[in-house]
């Protein structure tokens, strides 16, 4: 599980676009917060979220602290340079 602000920021980004859209059904700005909707979600994916916890954040309207990011594949763990607290960078190893 990672807390990141960027993540919480981005949470709360999709959230406000879809009760934007809740106003505009029907309406000639649909179209547009659509578009919007889609790119919150697709900053969401560039952080590895989960396709299930976007739709759970959707379907619950709650911001999570943390999220869980899960392996693209399965294997046994040689390394692990990530405890529990750490503060991480981008970019930098967590295990191998």
Known sequence: AL???ELVSAQHELLAVLRGRAGLEGGSGFEGIQDLIEAARERLRSWDIAE???RA??????VQRTLTLYAPGSGIVTSRMATLGMRVMSG?????
Do not use: C, H, K, V
């Open 92 to 96: 930098a190893p967590l295990f191998e």
């Open 52 to 54: 299930a916890d976007i």
């Open 3 to 5: 807390y990141s602000p």
């Open 57 to 62: 954040l959707e379907q619950t309207g709650r």
